[in-house]
Nanobody, 122 residues
Framework: QVQLVESGGGLVQAGGSLRLSCAASGGVFSDYVMGWFRHAPGKEREFVALITWSGSQTLYTDSVKGRFTVSRDNAKNAMYLQMDNLKPEDTAKYYC???????????????WGQGTQVTVSS
């Protein structure tokens, strides 16, 4: 059973940057496609980005393309989300998740962290 723990959230001004981390334990990290999702109050949970097993492919939702970068280090059992040029609409709780297939659908992710809050002030 894979356990996931996010860190790196916080309060930042618009235009600023944050780097989220997701630490995995209890499983074979490279067996999983890893994704980032976010959930803002009053909104549906939203796919943000994913990275494939070896890190060779990434996928982003349109609203973060060119601003966010997802990466992973399988030797460290870790995934990262570099978020630049943050906007107030990026404010949400961010979750990392693991799936055994290539998918941007939250329901197909088997393992989830507890989330880390990102707040962007205008």
């Amino acid at each position: 059973q894979v356990q996931l723990v996010e860190s790196g959230g916080g309060l930042v001004q618009a235009g600023g940057s944050l780097r989220l981390s997701c630490a995995a334990s209890g499983g074979v990290f490279s067996d999983y496609v890893m994704g980032w999702f976010r959930h803002a109050p009053g909104k549906e949970r939203e796919f943000v980005a994913l990275i494939t097993w070896s890190g060779s492919q990434t996928l982003y939702t349109d609203s973060v393309k060119g601003r966010f970068t997802v990466s992973r280090d399988n030797a460290k059992n870790a995934m990262y989300l570099q978020m630049d040029n943050l906007k107030p609409e990026d404010t949400a709780k961010y979750y990392c998740a693991g799936a055994t297939l290539y998918t941007d659908r939250a329901g197909q992710y088997d393992h989830w962290g507890q989330g880390t809050q990102v707040t962007v002030s205008s």
